[in-house]
């Protein structure tokens, strides 16, 4: 069976040229097709839409160092220790009038959660005592805040659209 025959009926189909060829119809199953690609097509057009997201991190103590900011697109990666290679974005920014200010670029349309700290001695790593306080100031997308320990991701996590605004984290030292 051909692909033409295959998406033909006797009910609409023409036969030309004697029998050997036929003009591709409109059969139930060809109309089937054409009526799912009119739902999926859009969806996966909007899907492909990115946005770029600005963090701003304010109150910061000082401007020595750098701010490292993690945006993280689910909680699997919010949780993980190894951000600079599991989040889906990973970075470190310079320090301006006690505020630092990054544009993460191209970003998906969804849900995402940010973590961020004040790596005041540059050395890529929240430094804590030896309870596990942290030294250096820190902070999370809605200003979430934990209780012994970080806030869990749902009270951090935002949904980035076309119109999402400029996301404002306060650091905080303890």
């Known amino acids: 069976m051909t692909l033409t025959e295959f998406f033909s009926c006797s009910l609409c189909c023409k036969i030309l040229d004697g029998g050997e060829r036929r003009v591709l ?58 951000a600079s290679t599991e989040a889906f974005r990973h970075i470190s920014t310079s320090i301006s009038n006690n505020r630092a200010e990054y544009v993460f670029t191209d970003i998906p349309p969804g849900k995402y959660a940010i973590k961020l700290f004040h790596d005041a001695n540059d050395n890529g790593e929240m430094d804590t005592n030896f309870l596990g306080i942290p030294k250096e100031g820190f902070g999370f997308s809605n200003n979430a805040k934990g209780f012994m320990g970080p806030p869990g991701f749902m009270k951090v996590a935002f949904e980035v659209t076309a119109g999402t605004p400029v996301i404002e984290i306060e650091v905080k030292y303890l």
């Open 25 to 82: 119809c409109l059969s139930p199953l060809f109309l089937f097709f054409i009526i799912l690609a009119s739902i999926a097509l859009p969806g996966l057009a909007n899907e492909s839409e990115t946005v770029n997201l600005t963090v701003v991190a304010v109150n910061l103590k000082n401007g020595e160092g750098s701010v490292v900011m993690t945006l993280c697109g689910s909680q699997k990666e919010y949780v993980s220790k190894r």
